[in-house]
């Protein structure tokens, strides 16, 4: 029942001017269910607007009058269809307003009757809660959409026994006939050639059994084409003429011309920055051209900076295939601790996404150019090779990944035509994220690398084709690529990492977040770098450190401290790293 609100006598009466804000203190004291409090606390408007929106004695009365009929859906939805709610209030500065909830006993379900298969997950005598109700009638829906029936329907009438305090519910399910996709049909497409968008969707659903997760991939699909906003895809209401599902992909076109720039900070290594110009349409089948410049070691010595341009392409559907023909040019200017090197080099991949989570890759790469060791001579080399790769991720963001997993595989058979040597780099690399605490606030994240060129010794490929180890994104609180076997002193370049033939890295950290945008991490990092096909375990250099994270919109920005615990010959005594995103 409900009782009617009474104010004290000095709020009944008629105001003589502008009414006076009144203030007042709401209050719903523990029914005895933390759950239920808990939402009742979250619906109620009194409680809701006592701080964000005063007013006066008959707009307090208003609002305790709108007040149950706020809270009588939250005791239905939690079984209590026969519990009360009394409003009183207390005079005084402010008004003291308390919400009394007597919950009363709490229904059952007591007789579950289905027309039709399969039946709902419920249990006669279970709380008669709506989330429960509603939580196994949707199960059962997207299994029977998961069982290929596009149009399945299920009905559901309740009816509340007061006196049994029961719930009895009847379900009628229609799971519909099970059908296969139609042939897609594309809207919203302005310059983007719709066919482009329907042969990409046509891959993953014409002909093919209804899927719910075929939907998704083939969103996905239509997605990574780059040239759209949004994409959504609508099945029809009803079958076809041949009993198929009707498919329509709706795009929305974004502006195709994109410049971007990103920037990051070493101690070690200086400033670094990226600009890039993207066309994300350019022939008018979602081809993707993009122009990028890169410098680094910016603010050292000019003769020092690291200078990168490179053009990629990326067709989709090349000769009709599913997936895309990604490669291009690049000139890079390399001057390193470890290496200087000037050269020209190509890549032309055939990537195709296997799945939701797998994309695999192979194809060309060449690379002719001059390699020496430091402020040494230039050595002419040329090399040649076929790249194959296969990528795993299953974590939910690119650049803030709470959980899930992500590993890289790749092996590139080579041939270096100035030493004559045919070698086989092999890199092993993949990450995990553990939501610790369950609530994305706590996440430990580990991370490993494991590299070999096989067939051959550092010395005998270029520089640039050899494992190095330490700096932001590998070992940090160590110099960029300082960790490893070093050449011979009194020679030119004595003293600088040589680079070698296998590699081991390993990374252990935690990441905790504090209130909206601010967290924290710790971390010890570990590599080595040997001059052998495996690298040594008992060479380890590790580094250990703290960071402070911003999460912004668009991802975390980062500053990571190291130092490294196992000092190495020409590296610094700490690291400092400022960039966009986790580590890793």
Do not use: C
């Not at 919950?103 to 429960?132: F, H, W």
Request: charged share 20%.
């Amino acid at each position: 029942m409900l009782a009617p609100p009474s104010l004290p006598q000095s709020l009944s009466e008629p105001a003589q001017d502008e009414p006076a804000a009144l203030s007042y203190r709401a209050r719903i004291p523990d029914t005895g269910d933390a759950t239920l409090d808990a939402l009742l606390r979250t619906t109620s408007n009194l409680i809701a607007l006592q701080e964000v929106a005063p007013t006066d004695a008959e707009g307090l009365l208003s609002r305790i009058a709108a007040e149950p009929a706020r809270l009588w859906p939250v005791l239905d939805a939690e079984g209590y269809w026969a519990g009360r709610i009394e409003i009183t209030q207390s005079p005084g500065t402010p008004v003291a307003v308390e919400i009394g909830v007597t919950p009363g006993p709490r229904y059952t379900l007591r007789q579950i009757t289905v027309e039709g298969s399969p039946a709902p997950d419920l249990t006669a005598g279970q709380p008669a809660r709506a989330e429960a109700v509603l939580g196994a009638e949707t199960a059962l829906l997207a299994q029977l959409r998961r069982d290929g029936h596009p149009l399945a329907r299920i009905e559901r009438q309740v009816t509340v026994d007061h006196s049994a305090r029961a719930m009895d519910i009847a379900f009628t399910v229609q799971p519909g006939p099970r059908a296969e996709f139609a042939p897609p049909s594309v809207t919203g497409t302005e310059r983007v050639n719709p066919e482009v968008v329907r042969r990409v969707a046509a891959l993953r659903l014409a002909e093919q059994s209804f899927s719910p997760e075929r939907l998704a991939r083939a969103r996905a699909d239509v997605a990574a084409l780059g040239p759209f906003a949004s994409v959504r895809i609508e099945t029809g209401p009803a079958l076809d003429a041949q009993g198929r599902l009707p498919v329509t992909v709706e795009v929305r076109e974004r502006p195709f011309r994109v410049l971007s720039a990103t920037a990051a900070y070493e101690t070690n290594y200086g400033a670094s920055l990226r600009f890039g110009w993207q066309h994300r349409n350019l022939l008018g089948g979602a081809e993707n051209l993009r122009v990028e410049l890169e410098a680094s070691r910016i603010g050292t010595d000019p003769n020092l900076l690291n200078a990168r341009a490179a053009v990629t392409w990326r067709q989709p559907l090349p000769f009709g295939w599913d997936g895309s023909l990604v490669g291009g040019p690049a000139l890079v200017r390399d001057r390193l601790d470890s290496y200087d090197r000037n050269a020209f080099v190509f890549n032309l991949a055939y990537e195709r996404r296997l799945g939701e989570r797998w994309t695999l890759s192979t194809g060309p790469i060449a690379e002719i150019g001059q390699s020496g060791v430091p402020g040494g001579t230039l050595s002419p080399y040329q090399l040649a090779g076929w790249a194959v790769q296969a990528r795993y991720d299953s974590t939910q963001s690119l650049l803030d990944p709470r959980s899930g997993i992500r590993a890289q595989g790749s092996v590139t058979p080579s041939y270096a035509f100035n030493d004559s040597t045919a070698y086989l780099p092999l890199r092993l690399a993949g990450s995990t994220y553990f939501d610790v605490t369950g609530d994305g606030r706590g996440i430990l994240a580990l991370r490993g690398v494991l590299g070999s060129l096989v067939n051959t010794t550092a010395e005998n490929v270029p520089p640039s084709q050899r494992f190095y180890a330490g700096g932001g994104g590998s070992v940090r609180g160590y110099d960029y690529q300082s960790i490893g076997p070093r050449t011979p002193q009194g020679q030119p370049g004595g003293g600088k990492p040589a680079g070698g033939a296998s590699l081991l890295e390993g990374t252990v950290e935690w990441r905790q977040r504090f209130g909206e945008n601010f967290g924290a991490v710790a971390f010890v990092d570990a590599g080595s770098v040997g001059a052998k096909t495996w690298a040594p375990t008992d060479d380890l250099r590790v580094g250990a450190g703290i960071g402070l994270r911003y999460y912004t919109a668009i991802g975390p920005i980062r500053a990571d401290l190291a130092i490294p615990l196992v000092r190495q010959q020409g590296s610094g005594s700490f690291g400092f790293y400022i960039g966009i995103g986790q580590a890793f």
